[in-house]
């Protein structure tokens, strides 16, 4: 059902973009980047392909986002 809607290739590549991103916690001094600057980045490019697969999306203060699908 799903096959036609899901591009293997796309999967692939946007994992190993989000891979490459250096993700470890680092001190910041900066409030909105709780755990460094680039879990930050890691976080805002899944918020980024959240909302281009059609996600509603939010950010909780740095901590996590949150990614919602209406079905109707």
């Known amino acids: ?3 036609n809607y899901i591009n ?3 999967i692939i590549n946007n994992l190993q973009n989000l891979i ?3 993700s470890v916690y680092e001190e910041s001094e900066n409030p ?3 755990f460094g ?3 930050v980045k890691a976080l805002n490019y899944i918020l980024d392909l959240g909302n281009k697969l059609g996600f509603r999306t939010k950010n909780i203060d740095g ?3 949150i990614h919602r699908i209406w079905i109707w």
């Open 1 to 3: 059902m799903f096959k």
């Open 8 to 10: 293997k290739d796309e």
């Open 20 to 22: 490459r991103i250096p």
């Open 32 to 34: 909105k980047e709780p």
């Open 37 to 39: 600057k680039n879990t």
């Open 63 to 65: 901590y996590c986002r």
